[in-house]
């Protein structure tokens, strides 16, 4: 794959926004409990829907870059998560 065949993708942009959102987020919860951090994601997630900020495709494509990084537990709970905020 090319760097152009990347960029003329529809959502580029916004993909490499939560990519950048996704790191930031996990460079903040370093060394903080499992709970925690779901608390605070879904608490953030809540606020975002709410005030409109965070879209249906929104919220799976983040859903879908988290997948392939968690073990089958914190799968688990991603998918509650997921199935609680859309």
């Keep these: 794959m090319k760097l ?3 960029n003329a993708k529809p959502h580029a942009k916004e993909e490499a926004d939560l990519r ?3 790191l930031k987020v996990l460079k903040n919860y370093e060394g903080k409990s499992e709970k925690d ?3 605070e994601i879904v608490s953030t997630a809540r ?5 409109g900020a965070l879209s249906d495709e929104e919220l799976k494509r983040f859903y879908d870059m988290l997948c ?4 089958s537990e914190q799968k688990q709970k991603l998918d509650e ?6």
Excluded: C, G, Q
Aim: hydrophobic share 50%.
């Design 68 to 71: 392939p990084l968690v073990n």
């Design 47 to 51: 606020a975002k829907r709410e005030a």
């Design 4 to 6: 152009s065949d990347y």
């Design 37 to 39: 951090v779901m608390a």
């Design 20 to 22: 950048k959102l996704l």
């Design 81 to 86: 998560i997921y199935e609680l905020l859309k």
